[in-house]
């Protein structure tokens, strides 16, 4: 009798946990955004790659900083989007912690950039990108779908490959396209599939 009692308390507090966990779960990242993103950058990366864009370091990386415009407008109108929608978020500002928290592997990032350009090391840059924003992936472990965390894992091998590699020039934008469509598509499978599970569930 004991030990039912124990099993079940046991079983209560794992239930509470999962309970505890789900409204923890940050819901501002469109993932219609994330896919149309890693299309956004397979299509840079073949207008970067057909020959209209000189394979120069200075042009190529023109092309990535519009790609990377564009991404970022998309991703944050859907989170600015979520946030004039739900009024919890706009009398809890707190709720927005997690998009935070990716702030400082992304500002890493940057300023890695900033000094590699400087330095005029440009073929280790895919690598430095991949490296931190799998990073910053990494950081939503707890806000996030747990597909999330994979896919951050996902950068953090394809960036460790591409520092490692010698092969891999910067004026070949294909490894940095690949990698970014397939991972930003694959992010926002798991938070589409998220939230149709969550309005199949509502809906029983």
């Not at 409204?23 to 956004?40: D, E, N």
């Not at 931190?132 to 472990?141: E, F, I, K, N």
Request: include cysteine; glycine fraction near 10%; proline fraction near 4%.
């Amino acid at each position: 009798m004991i030990a039912n009692h124990i099993h079940d308390a046991l079983g209560q507090v794992r239930r509470m946990q999962e309970l505890i966990l789900e409204k923890r779960l940050f819901r501002g990242y469109s993932g219609k955004a994330r896919i149309l993103s890693g299309a956004v950058a397979l299509a840079g990366t073949a207008v970067l790659a057909e020959g209209s864009v000189p394979r120069t370091q200075q042009a190529q990386l023109t092309g990535w900083a519009v790609v990377l415009v564009v991404a970022l407008v998309l991703n944050y109108a859907s989170l600015f989007y979520w946030f004039l929608r739900d009024p919890s978020v706009r009398r809890n500002p707190l709720m927005l912690k997690p998009a935070i928290d990716a702030i400082p592997a992304l500002a890493v990032g940057a300023v890695l950039s900033v000094a590699l350009i400087c330095a005029g090391v440009y073929n280790l840059l895919f690598g430095v990108w991949m490296c931190l924003y799998g990073l910053a992936q990494v950081a939503y472990r707890n806000s996030l779908p747990r597909g999330i965390y994979a896919v951050g894992i996902f950068y953090l091998i394809c960036g460790a490959f591409c520092l490692l590699s010698p092969a891999i020039s910067f004026v070949d934008p294909w490894p940095m396209g690949l990698v970014f469509c397939v991972g930003e598509s694959a992010g926002g499978m798991v938070l589409i599939h998220r939230d149709k599970t969550e309005e199949r569930d509502g809906a029983v």
